[in-house]
């Protein structure tokens, strides 16, 4: 199947299941638990997943899932994928709870251990992030597409830094060199930061804590076609489907690659096993 038809698979998927928790958001009506790993599920985050499973085993019966929202393929069973999905149904849960629309449907498909084509659909913004390896990055506002760019590197300009609605500004102390300047842009879900990034509209993110490799499969393949990167904490690549666990290691969003973000960003270690 050609790359083309995977994206529009992929696009097509993420936008139906987006209309899906769109009726359980605008009503209401939704059930919410806390995993076992503290973080909120509801039964969009289910019903989402249900669709988005449904669409891919029949569209593409050949390619395997892991989604966030499914239990856990042993390492041993799929060390040997060349490519599989990699699903977040609903990436900011916490978001989707509040009411603030900051969340989206993300879908990854992960080739030889790396993102080569992500989408991220923020159906309450109306929004829809793509990008594929070699095709370059997107958003799309569901009457048109233009392609994104990571905001180049000035010297001596204020580095706007994306943060949660409920981060600790003084957290960032710990990480961000002080010798230099930074505005602080708040956005609720993991991907809606990346792809923020991804289009200008910050220079990098900073994630300390519990996630999955679900949380950063489609943007960072969106956030690389558009000039950027995501890596862990000591500046070291992220891996998927490498460790018997799927859960990431602290990691660190950046954009234009010319910037000098050895220097900006201190390296600290604290990696999920």
């Known amino acids: 199947m050609s790359q083309d038809k995977l994206l529009n698979i992929a696009l097509e998927s993420a936008k139906k299941a987006g ?8 009503q209401g009506n939704y059930t919410a638990e806390t995993k076992a790993d503290e973080s909120p599920v509801t039964s969009a985050d289910l019903a989402a997943n249900d ?5 891919l085993k029949t569209l593409t019966p050949d390619i395997p899932i892991i989604s966030e ?3 856990t393929v042993q390492l041993n069973e799929r060390k040997d994928w060349s490519r599989y999905w ?3 149904p609903i990436d900011g849960t916490g978001e989707f709870i509040i009411g603030s ?3 989206a449907v993300n879908i990854a498909l992960v080739e030889n251990g790396w993102p ?3 989408v991220i659909h923020a159906p309450d913004h109306c929004l829809t992030y793509y990008g594929q390896k070699n095709l370059g990055a997107f958003k799309d506002n569901n009457q048109a597409s233009h392609a994104i760019r990571v905001a180049e590197y000035q010297e001596n300009r204020r580095i706007k830094v994306a943060i949660s609605r409920r981060h600790q500004l003084e957290l960032m102390g710990q990480y961000l060199n002080s010798e230099y300047d930074y505005d ?3 956005l609720g ?12 509209g910050a220079d990098c993110y900073l994630r300390v804590g519990v996630t999955g490799e679900w949380d950063t499969g489609a943007s960072q393949c969106i956030l690389e076609q558009a000039g950027g990167d995501i890596i862990d904490s000591e500046f070291n690549p992220l891996s998927y489907n490498k460790r018997e666990s799927l859960l990431n290691p602290d990691f660190v969003s950046l954009g234009a690659r010319d910037f000098p973000w050895q220097k900006i960003i201190k390296a600290h270690r604290k990696v999920y096993e």
């Open 19 to 26: 209309v899906e928790v769109m009726k359980y958001y605008r």
């Open 51 to 55: 669709i988005l499973m449904d669409q």
């Open 69 to 71: 929202e499914v239990g």
């Open 86 to 88: 990699l699903l977040d």
């Open 101 to 103: 629309g900051d969340f």
């Open 116 to 118: 080569t084509l992500g």
């Open 184 to 186: 602080y842009v708040a």
């Open 189 to 200: 879900s993991c991907s809606l930061k990346n792809c923020l990034i991804a289009e200008g």
